[in-house]
């Protein structure tokens, strides 16, 4: 197994458990229709399945109505070129073949699954795939070797009806074109003048400048270099069919000669590959894609150091203009299946490179240009590319290639109205996925937060103080004694000293005595005294840590792993002031939706003011997290019936709030189907929701927290939370036992929490 890079956020360990535990793998199967009753079964197996096989009998083609291959891709692989390591075996594969079809679901809301063919032989795989493969919409090779993947690709495209796509090949074909046609642009040049240099002959080099000859690139201007030297005309050694089909006439026979006045460089060969000196020797403004990974064949700094007017991409996430293929192969085949194509042409290659290529001269939205560390990105030399967390991706490609899908005829099912179906694309987009991309993409904007991890002795917290440095979301505290961290650190195979992790010993800490004098003056009529409060804050890290967040030495903390909640906020409250209504507000992601629950951890039975006070704040903070809340006050009564003491605090809520004039809708009381079913509310004309409820406020804290935390041991939704709104400072609490990724996950609420603070 290669060792872990510098830029990973993960030890071995950590990436073992994570496919192991809670159940292996990164794929389940859920049913699309309800399967409660006898009579839901009879409907989906038998007797009711006879009624749609009959009609596929008779058409075929209806499979794409009456089941899931519409939106199903098959990703498929016999596991000869499993990344950078090489043929060990198609089961070997299975690990990334599943994690492609979580991207496909992540990013495009396409539905993927894994097929592991074993065998070497291109025509036995031939024989498997074309026999299965009408299964499905579409189906995405990956991690096939060079040749044999160009005739494996081309036999299925052949025999088969449906889009058959290698990603390795054309995925960095598409993202690289979509590059070359905006640098070419900034340089002040034309595709069909530019001498283009190919380094690196492979199944993804030779489809590149393949798909960049199509979009204008001329075969006289192009020079491939292999492991050999120069692909010329006239070549016999190492040379087949497919090189050859790119062979050129040229005295050129090494790469350094092929470089001199070159416009653009292609590497998709190795590290060290391209040299300085050779970068010295091109045209003006050289455009060069260095696109090994990890390891690029030639690094940005070393370029700028000999060409400071060059343009330069490269396949990693830390430099500009990154060449990633999930910009592409999600989004290509979400175009492609909501017309049904029965291929991936180069039209629709090209079609998805220029819509990338334009994506990237738009606007950018904050929220992209806070995950390049606040930069506004604007069209330019380092930005030729957008970013894959872009959420405008999903509904602004797929367009682009359905429309060139029915130009060519390949569409089964043309679109009639694109904008309704942009629109359509828009809500396919994961709204968790898109509300933690937010959350992490501002806390990077402003990385120098500093924020406190109160048990920093115990290992999960050791080891998400490290994840969280590694992403690079702010800088963690630890608090506790140095050496233990360390043994417990090592132990764990994390290296600190390379990060500048602080860590932070309140014993022996020098602010002692000034986070003594301030918290026993807070105190001493409360009947603590002084040496109390000195044991407080020497031996309770809790103490310590929230006095450091009242002091200003840090911006945030995060706590909760070794003792419960309610222990925790009481010391922490002893420390740090309430500032306005101070709540727990539970996220729920499930089934498209994203909820706000509250108050699941402060208000054991709210009054009406206090539930009041509750809805104001939980609609500020989620106005906060970029949504428009839309207030619910549920209850098991609807509008008064039946009366009840709980329905009637509801009911004196909203009179109250009717009489404060807040700026956000609200209703209640209510059962959660009215809230989150505008059929159910038809039938009450005074409702005053105009869409679906997102913040959902409880009559008490029993009712909030059991039903989100059912939620979630039932594997229904995702729940983030409880997040701890209200204080002069901000303070995350975890669950006791929390796991890596909860903590991450708290901590960077706490330094978003704390950006929008200093906002205010």
């Known amino acids: 197994m290669p060792e872990l890079t510098d830029k990973q956020t993960f030890t071995e360990q950590e990436a073992l458990d994570f496919h192991r535990l809670p159940r292996p793998g990164k794929l389940s199967v859920a049913p699309s229709k309800p399967m409660a009753t006898q009579r839901d079964l009879s409907l989906a197996y038998s007797p009711g399945v006879a009624v749609p096989v009959r009609e596929i009998a008779r058409d075929p083609d209806l499979a794409y109505e009456y089941t899931s291959k519409g939106n199903t891709v098959a990703v498929i692989s016999n596991g000869t070129a499993i990344l950078g390591l090489g043929n060990l075996g198609a089961m070997a ?5 599943e994690g492609k079809s979580v991207l496909f679901k992540r990013f495009a809301d396409v539905d993927s699954i894994d097929v592991e063919v074993e065998t070497l032989d291109p025509d036995e795989f031939i024989t498997v795939v074309k026999n299965i493969g009408a299964t499905w919409g579409g189906i995405n090779l990956e991690d096939i ?15 088969l009806d449906i889009p058959v796509f290698h990603d390795d090949q054309h995925g960095t074909a598409i993202i690289a074109s979509a590059g070359l046609i905006n640098a070419v642009e900034i340089a002040g040049k034309s595709l069909a003048d530019i001498r283009v240099v190919l380094v690196g002959a492979g199944a993804a080099g030779l489809s590149t400048i393949g798909l960049m000859k199509a979009m204008g690139v001329r075969q006289e201007n192009t020079t491939i270099i292999d492991r050999d030297g120069v692909v010329y005309v006239g070549r016999e050694s190492g040379m087949d069919q497919w090189k050859a089909a790119h062979a050129t ?32 020797t091109m045209a003006p403004n050289p455009i060069i894609f260095a696109m090994a990974n990890p390891d690029p064949e030639i690094t940005p700094e070393e370029v700028a150091a000999v060409r400071p007017d060059a343009i330069i991409a490269t396949g990693r996430s830390d430099y500009a203009n990154q060449v990633n293929n999930v910009l592409g192969f999600p989004y290509i085949f979400r175009g492609a299946l909501d017309v049904r194509a029965r291929r991936v042409n180069h039209e629709m290659k090209i079609a998805c490179a220029r819509a990338l290529a334009q994506l990237a001269r738009e606007d950018v939205p904050d929220e992209v240009a806070a995950a390049y560390r606040g930069r506004k990105l604007k069209f330019g030399r380092d930005y030729i ?20 899908a029915m130009d060519t005829g390949v569409a089964r099912r043309p679109i009639e109205d694109m904008d309704a179906y942009r629109a359509e694309l828009r809500q396919r987009l994961d709204p968790s996925a898109a509300l933690m991309q937010k959350i992490s993409s501002a806390v990077r904007a402003a990385p120098n937060r500093r924020v406190v991890f109160a048990e920093g002795e115990e290992t999960s ?42 860590i932070v010993n309140a014993r022996v800490s020098d602010r002692n005595s000034v986070y003594t004098d301030a918290l026993y003056e807070r105190l001493w009529r409360r009947g603590y005294l002084r040496r109390d409060v000195q044991r407080m804050i020497n031996q309770d890290r809790n103490y310590f840590g929230a006095a450091m967040l009242a002091h200003g030495d840090a911006d945030a903390m995060v706590t909760g792993v070794t003792r419960n909640f309610n222990m925790a906020l009481r010391e922490v409250l002893r ?126 804290v029993h009712s909030a927290a059991i039903s989100t935390q059912l939620a979630r041991v039932l594997g229904s939704a995702t729940l983030i939370g409880p997040l701890l709104v209200g204080l002069e400072k901000s303070v995350q609490i975890v669950p006791l036992g929390a796991s890596v990724s909860h903590i991450i996950t708290a901590a960077s609420f706490a330094a978003y929490e704390e950006g929008l603070d200093e906002e205010a």
């Not at 040749?147 to 036999?155: A, K, T, W, Y």
């Not at 709030?657 to 009450?684: C, I």
């Open 93 to 97: 594969s299975k690990p990334v073949m």
């Open 145 to 159: 070797k060079s040749p044999e993947c160009f005739v494996i690709e081309s036999e299925l495209q052949d025999k």
């Open 249 to 280: 006439v040229t005295e050129h026979r090494t790469l350094k000669e092929a470089m001199v006045g070159a416009d653009v460089v292609i590497g998709l060969a190795a590290k060290g590959a391209i040299t300085a000196d050779m970068v010295a």
């Open 385 to 404: 590319i957008p970013t894959p967390f872009d959420p405008r991706l999903i509904w602004y490609v797929p367009p682009f290639v359905a429309q060139a």
């Open 461 to 502: 917290v050791i080891r998400a103080a490290w994840a969280f440095k590694q992403q690079e979301l702010g800088t963690p505290i630890l608090v506790g004694r140095e050496d233990l961290i360390r043994q417990n650190a090592a132990e764990a195979g994390l290296r600190f000293d390379e990060l500048g992790i602080e």
């Open 575 to 700: 420390v740090i002031d309430v500032k306005g209504t101070l709540i727990g507000l539970s996220v729920l992601m499930a089934k498209g939706r994203t909820l706000f629950v509250a108050d699941t951890s402060i208000h054991e039975l709210p009054s009406a003011e206090e539930l009041a006070d509750i809805a104001v704040q939980a609609a500020r903070t989620v106005r906060q997290l970029g949504r428009t809340p839309r207030v619910a006050f549920l209850s098991y009564s609807v509008f008064g019936n039946p009366p009840g003491d709980r329905g009637e605090k509801v009911r004196e809520a909203i009179r109250i709030l009717d009489q404060r004039g807040v700026d956000f809708e609200y209703e209640g009381e209510m059962p959660p189907e009215l809230a989150l079913d505008a059929d159910a509310r038809s039938a009450y004309p005074f409702m005053r929701l105009t869409r679906d409820a997102n913040v959902l406020v409880m009559p008490a």
